[in-house]
């Protein structure tokens, strides 16, 4: 079982930048796929990013939405899965949910696919 509380959301302006933290409990932390999906209203959960686990040496994938804005990354010594996101777009707007998957797939970017979900944070961006 593993444990995701996500932290960091906020209400800021476009172009700024705000780094959000997924904590997750468990001691195997370090062997498991990490990632960020988002919500919109009334839209569907969205593939944000993708740090893959160690058997799929690490990779990263991100949405092209986000592609060159955003970046995850991952302290394995403190349990923590980052997504730093600069020059937000109102468009960015969404609840962010940070997940975990226990897959050795390199590549997963469906709801579906993922076994763990934080309760989400909220990020809104105004013009």
């Known amino acids: 079982q593993v444990q995701l509380v996500e932290s960091g959301g906020g209400l800021v302006r476009a172009g700024d930048s705000l780094r959000l933290s997924c904590l997750a409990s468990?001691?195997?932390?370090?062997?498991?796929?990490m990632g960020w999906f988002r919500q919109a209203p009334g839209k569907e959960r969205e593939f944000v990013a993708r740090?893959?686990?160690?058997?799929?040496?690490?990779?990263?994938y991100y949405a092209d939405s986000v592609k060159g804005r955003f970046t995850i990354s991952r302290d394995n010594v403190k349990n923590t899965v980052y997504l730093q996101m600069n020059s937000l777009k109102p468009e960015d707007t969404a609840v962010y949910y940070c997940?975990?998957?226990?897959?050795?797939?390199?590549?997963?970017?469906?709801?579906?696919?993922?076994?763990?979900w934080g309760q989400g944070t909220q990020v809104t961006v105004s013009s």
């Open positions: 468990g001691r195997t932390f370090s062997t498991y796929a």
């Open positions: 997940v975990a998957d226990s897959s050795t797939v390199s590549y997963r970017a469906r709801a579906n696919d993922y076994d763990y």
């Open positions: 740090i893959s686990g160690p058997w799929s040496g690490g990779r990263i």
